[in-house]
């Protein structure tokens, strides 16, 4: 079986498994004491905590550790917002930001605060001007992921944190995709990170606060991790977590080369080996281990099921899937192809032999599963003589509204229009980036009974280009 899902979850390294087996026996009692199994776990408590902050690039006393990535952004947001109160109430985030710091922006604004949301392009990053051009006098926090953790795109971190620190605004980087590979560049102020993500045990996490950023900590607190992270510390995962950051810092750069030539060859060859594949993010500033693609007229959920059949366990950002029934706000933020996306990412060590029988397998499995699903056939698109057509996609899943929309567009002549009615909310963001792929006018959409009404209107081919569908790859 091969392991596909890094970005998930990262295999625990072997020298984190060394470590926390070690701090087992050594790092139980409470650092907080002075008898010397105190003293022996509060050693191993700062020796980890220096090596943390020399990954990050900060003080060790401007580092705590949280019981989680997660809970370091909702920690990180809550404190710097309350820290800044009489700055004012108001917070950037980018659209494409973990769930996490939405979700706590979207508390804030319950709240009373104010959110300003930046966009991203076609490839998943701000620009950083029009991130600058966000903030405000009242802006009290800044918040930029240093690379997306669907589609791998990496931020203009370090424009945005001189725009940031120019303005008095401090930034809140979310480091947890990128911090493996290297510290985040830039004047920033806060950043957040998870030790699942590096190889190190799920249930750490960490939080820097550099000196000087006014920061308040919410709810209860104690005399532990500098009041910013209430509990009592697990040291044995602690001492794991800095270990295997360490250790993998140190392979990074030969890593990076290697993983970097699979993913590049996985996105160059698949739209050869796949018809109708959209290979998202940014071809070359990305994380060298990830890479996403979307299968037209493919369920998402059937897809990764045909694919754990074939051995590869990978994940996905597609509204089809069992764990969610609306699309990823990331791909919604980008105007991409939400449907049948399958998101690769490799854990150190990977070989070239898994990512060759990963291309053997993905045509078939997609294959199979198009077939099931009535897809259209790929290049089939005979002249129609019909003005306009309407489908009737109502009750309808992805990604049947679009299958129907493909069937149905070949039966109309240039310039004519077909009408899908849809009440499936993947619609609204699957049929707009369908027409940018394939090159068709989408015309827009209105209610229409309990769903609504998306017109498409036919444009003559276009030739495809050698990365895909129509230009993104």
Sequence with gaps: MAYFDAASSAPLHPVARQALQAALDEGWADPSRLYREGRRARLLLDAAREAAAEAVGCRPDELVFTPSGTRALYDGMAGALAGRRRAGRHLVVSAVEHSAVLHSAAAHERAGGTVTEVGVDRAGAVDASAYAAALREDTALACLQSANHEVGTRQPVAEVAAACRAAGVPLLVDAAQSLAWGPVDGPWSLLAASAHKWGGPAGVGLLAVRKGVRFAPQGPVDERESGRSAGFENIPAIVSAAAALRAVRAEATA????????????????????????????????????????????????????????????????????????????????????????????????????????????????????????????????????????????????PHPVIELAKALPRVRIGGTVTVLADDEVAAVDIPAWCWTQGHEYVGAEPRGLGAAYVVRRSAPRPQTPDGLDGLA
């Design 255 to 398: 890593e990076e080369a290697r993983l970097r030539e699979l993913t590049g060859r996985i996105r160059a060859r698949v739209p050869g080996l796949v018809p109708d594949v959209q290979v998202v993010g940014d071809p070359a500033r990305r994380l060298p281990h990830l890479v996403t693609f979307s299968c037209l007229y493919v369920d998402g959920e059937s897809l990764l099921h045909e694919l754990d059949r074939a051995g590869f366990s990978v994940s996905s950002g597609s509204s089809c899937t069992s764990s969610t029934l609306t699309p990823s706000h990331v791909l919604k933020a980008m105007g991409v192809v939400s449907e049948g996306n399958v998101r690769v990412s490799l854990p150190l060590g990977t070989g070239e032999a898994d990512v060759e029988r990963f291309l053997e397998v993905l045509p078939d499995a997609v294959g199979q599963v198009r077939a099931k699903l009535g897809a259209p056939v790929s290049g089939a698109a005979p002249g129609g003589a019909l003005d306009d057509l309407t489908v009737d996609a109502l009750g309808e899943r992805c």
